[in-house]
């Protein structure tokens, strides 16, 4: 089965500072998410990426976060200047086409301090 | 707004025992439904998904789905549960315009017991 590799596993990160989340996507499969699951609640709908775009995103994702391919390749989740309440698993997400299965990620765990 | 509810927060049933995931939406039209399991460590793993067509739908490892458009509902159903199938299910739905736009149930703990 195909696979999104996501990394690192696990992050720990002081308040304030920048964290980037990396994910290795699907080959030819162009349409790219976020989620989250802080913990103990839902997971989340963040963000979804194709054509070097933003398509569509959630209120949760503001200013503080963004995303990009920066080599073509790895699609990649910066928050710029981290809260506690940031602290939840993030999912990357990828299909081949919008309305077709989207793969997951094992997830990252990232942990504010 | 869209919503998704799993009213059961941990089941347990026996090897070998039938099982039965409920979950039910909230959705102005019929929006497109998944369930999708998580194993310790793991990613979230598609285990079916409705689209349109036969309401009763089969999946991976021997799971079945039946969507109820008049209970708004969408349960998840094994005959035989395997101790491998301890694990976290979601169910989820999508808008049709935008199918892997999902929203989320709060998800069920299943555990198996021998």
């Known amino acids: 089965e195909p696979e999104v590799t996501q990394t690192p596993s696990h992050q720990v990160t002081q308040m304030g500072q920048e964290v980037i989340l990396r994910c290795v996507p699907i080959?030819?499969?162009?349409?790219f998410y976020w989620y989250r699951q802080i913990l103990g609640q839902k997971v989340e709908f963040l963000v979804s990426?194709?054509?070097?775009?933003?398509?569509?995103k959630s209120e949760i994702f503001d200013d503080q976060f963004s995303v990009e391919r920066p080599d073509g390749s790895n699609f990649t989740l910066k928050i710029r200047s981290t809260k506690l309440e940031d602290s939840a698993m993030y999912f990357c997400?990828?299909?081949?086409?919008?309305?077709?299965?989207?793969?997951f990620g094992q997830g990252t765990r990232l942990t504010v301090v | 707004a869209q919503s998704v509810t799993q009213p059961d927060i941990h089941i347990t049933v026996s090897e070998g025992a039938s099982l039965e995931l409920r979950c039910n939406y909230s959705?102005?039209?019929?929006?497109?439904l998944f369930w999708y399991v998580q194993s310790p460590g793991q990613g979230l793993q598609l285990l079916l998904k409705?689209?349109?067509?036969?309401?009763l739908v089969q999946g991976i490892k021997g799971f079945e789905a039946e969507f109820k458009r008049s209970q708004s509902s969408f349960n998840l159903r094994k005959p035989s549960v395997h101790w491998s199938d301890a694990a976290e299910y979601f169910c989820?739905?999508?808008?049709?315009?935008?199918?892997?736009?999902?929203?989320f149930g709060a998800g069920t703990i299943l555990r198996v017991k021998s």
């Open positions: 989820a739905v999508a808008p049709r315009e935008y199918g892997n736009k999902l929203v």
């Open positions: 997400a990828n299909s081949q086409g919008e309305n077709t299965e989207a793969f």
């Open positions: 080959s030819n499969h162009l349409y």
């Open positions: 990426f194709y054509n070097n775009e933003i398509s569509e």
């Open positions: 959705y102005g039209a019929t929006p497109y």
């Open positions: 409705y689209f349109s067509g036969d309401t």
